[in-house]
């Protein structure tokens, strides 16, 4: 039972991480059905002695087998471009977050309300408590509200890295001199995490991501204390 749940999603925390876990049923189930019909037609060929050898062209037949691959496809790439053009979709963002990456950490500026600037290291172990991830945990975690539209700046210092957290379906590469952006809306209140998701050298699965997510007042209020 436990090795089926590792294979399954983490829990979507976000409209757009809901969008592409029906996107993915929706293929898987197109895949079965093209699975379970290849593997039936299969099957009776290895077990009938019926045949057609006086059969040499139908262009029925080389119609319905040229148009169903087409259908198919278009069934799965019409949900798969319009998920594509909702995560590049720019909307009117309340709060702008940069996070800049370093070998090997991350840092972060909220430059909406005051010079509000940290770095985020992973935890050591030695340091962690017993509610605490190991790998996972970071000293200073990344405050965001719930139910606000977001807008994430990601860029590095170094190398290449890849801002992820899972559960909110969100993955953008840092790269040097640029400035990628994406679109974050929370739907719950909770802790979320992610790695790095680029090779950036030695100590590239040493820098976590630790995201949590608060009432819009508890926001304003860790923003005043810090």
Known sequence: ???????????????????????????????????????????????????NRLLLESQMIELIWTLTPALMLIFIAMPSLRILYMIEETKTPMISVKAIGHQWYWSYEYSDFKSIEFDSYMKPTSQLENNE???????????????????????????????????????????????????????????????????????????????ESINFKSFLNWIKNN
């Not at 040097?176 to 790695?195: A, D, H, M």
Request: charged share 10%.
């Open 133 to 211: 991830f190991r790998l996972l945990d970071t000293d200073n975690r990344m405050v965001m509200p719930f139910n606000t539209q977001i807008r994430i700046l990601i860029t590095s210092m170094d190398v290449i890295h890849s801002w992820t957290i899972p559960s909110l379906g969100i993955k953008i590469d840092a790269s040097p001199g640029r400035i990628n952006q994406g679109n974050i809306l929370i739907s719950r209140p909770g802790v979320f995490f992610g790695q790095c998701s680029e090779i950036c050298g030695s100590n590239h699965s040493f820098m976590p991501i630790v995201m």
């Open 1 to 51: 039972m436990k090795s089926w749940m590792y294979m399954m999603f983490q829990d979507p925390s976000s409209p757009m991480m809901e969008q592409m876990i029906m996107f993915h049923d929706h293929a898987m189930m197109i895949i079965m059905m093209i699975t379970i019909t290849v593997g039936y037609i299969m099957l009776t060929l290895m077990v009938t002695k019926l045949n």
